[in-house]
């Protein structure tokens, strides 16, 4: 958090994670800060606290994040991402809804934007991006939603209370199984 959100302990907390998730375990990780996309990699960053602009080498690269996630063996994975370009995570893949689908692996991911700049809302306030996430947590009713329905009232309501396009997909090749959290 804060000046604590440098490349190291992002990466490092990341990564700490694969020996602490067990199998049975479901994952939530929130990212908010800034994000850069390189169209020359083709490639999506995370911008710790510490680094220097346009420089992609010392930023937490969307390869990076991927890979440790991949290596977290948990029953569910759910990444919030609300930073610049963070829509590069997606792959574009769609999949049907399964009645049992609590039991299959997921690994989903919901960004604030697609490859664009995101508005990080009032000084001293949330973005519109989190306050939506905290209003749909906060005011739903129900004992188990499916992350499918989370997504889509964020995507909804940000893109018609911004000009940021949200995006909610399973991760890219993360081992998703078709399932929802």
Known sequence: KDEQATR???????????????????????????????????????????????STGEYVSNTDILKILNAINSQHTFLIADACFSGALFSDSRRGYTDQVEKFKSRWGLASGRLETVSDGAIGSNSPFAKRVIQYLNENNKDKFAISELVQYVKTQVAEDTNQTPIGNPLKALGDEGGEM
């Open 8 to 54: 190291t302990n992002i990466y490092n907390g990341l990564r700490s994670l694969i020996e602490k998730v067990g199998s049975k375990d479901n994952i939530v990780i929130y990212f908010s800060g800034h994000g850069y996309f390189d169209p020359l990699l083709n490639e999506g960053y995370w911008i710790p606290k510490e680094a220097n602009t346009n």
